[in-house]
T-cell receptor, first 111, second 118 residues
Framework: DQQVKQNSPSLSVQEGRISILNCDYTNSMFDYFLWYKKYPAEGPTFLISISSIKDKNEDGRFTVFLNKSAKHLSLHIVPSQPGDSAVYFCAGGNTGNQFYFGTGTSLTVIP | NAGVTQTPKFRVLKTGQSMTLLCAQDMNHEYMYWYRQDPGMGLRLIHYSVGEGTTAKGEVPDGYNVSRLKKQNFLLGLESAAPSQTSVYFC?????????????????FGEGSRLTVL
């Protein structure tokens, strides 16, 4: 029973344009959501998070939007750069410090 | 400044063999986790620990055992390896969530251990 879903396995975007990665969740008890970035042969690294009481969080080129009524969040990367090419995982977390990950979206930024 | 370190990085086992993956963190984190990553499945939680001497089951615990005898170490054991346990294993650690200070409790991951069971 996948609590966090990323329905797009891959995404290709031109350099300089916006990348939008989507994530849906089923567990309404998540307290916050996180995005991780993963390069091949490396562990995932934290990118950005958002509390469940917020609807937007911004950090430089990265913005995460949360729509609780739709149980949907998205990560916007503007402008996209070739170095952003990686697999992106979204995750939901609860007060028990348990994290549930989606299946990932592979982003390719074309120079 | 090592962060989270996993050993070994690679291992090939025969069906029925046993092995232990070691995870060490130097950030004084309370929480530690073991995940496995499989194609099309994302990261799935195997076991986790909320502190020294405590462990709990995650989403896919069957076939694995864990121990947290010291705060900085979290061991993942396979008593009788099966081909279905071929995967990349990631260890992670975090602080506990503090809602008052709005800490995210973000995870810090190791580089992964690739295990193949023949």
């Amino acid at each position: 029973d996948q609590q966090v879903k990323q329905n797009s396995p891959s995404l290709s975007v031109q350099e300089g344009r916006i990348s939008i990665l989507n994530c849906d969740y089923t567990n309404s008890m998540f307290d916050y959501f996180l995005w991780y970035k993963k390069y091949p042969a490396e562990g995932p690294t934290f990118l950005i998070s958002i509390s469940s009481i917020k609807d937007k969080n911004e950090d430089g080129r990265f913005t995460v939007f949360l729509n609780k009524s739709a149980k949907h969040l998205s990560l916007h990367i503007v402008p996209s750069q070739p170095g952003d090419s990686a697999v992106y995982f979204c995750a939901g977390g609860n007060t028990g410090n348990q994290f549930y990950f989606g299946t990932g979206t592979s982003l390719t930024v074309i120079p | 400044n090592a962060g989270v370190t996993q050993t070994p990085k690679f291992r090939v086992l025969k069906t029925g063999q046993s092995m232990t993956l070691l995870c060490a963190q130097d950030m004084n984190h309370e929480y530690m986790y073991w995940y496995r990553q499989d194609p099309g499945m994302g990261l799935r939680l195997i076991h986790y620990s909320v502190g020294e001497g405590t462990t709990a089951k995650g989403e896919v615990p069957d076939g694995y055992n864990v121990s947290r005898l010291k705060k900085q170490n979290f061991l993942l054991g396979l008593e009788s390896a099966a081909p279905s346990q071929t995967s990349v294993y990631f260890c992670a650690s975090s602080y506990s969530i503090n809602r008052k200070t709005i800490l995210t409790g973000e995870l810090f991951f190791g580089e992964g251990s690739r295990l193949t069971v023949l």
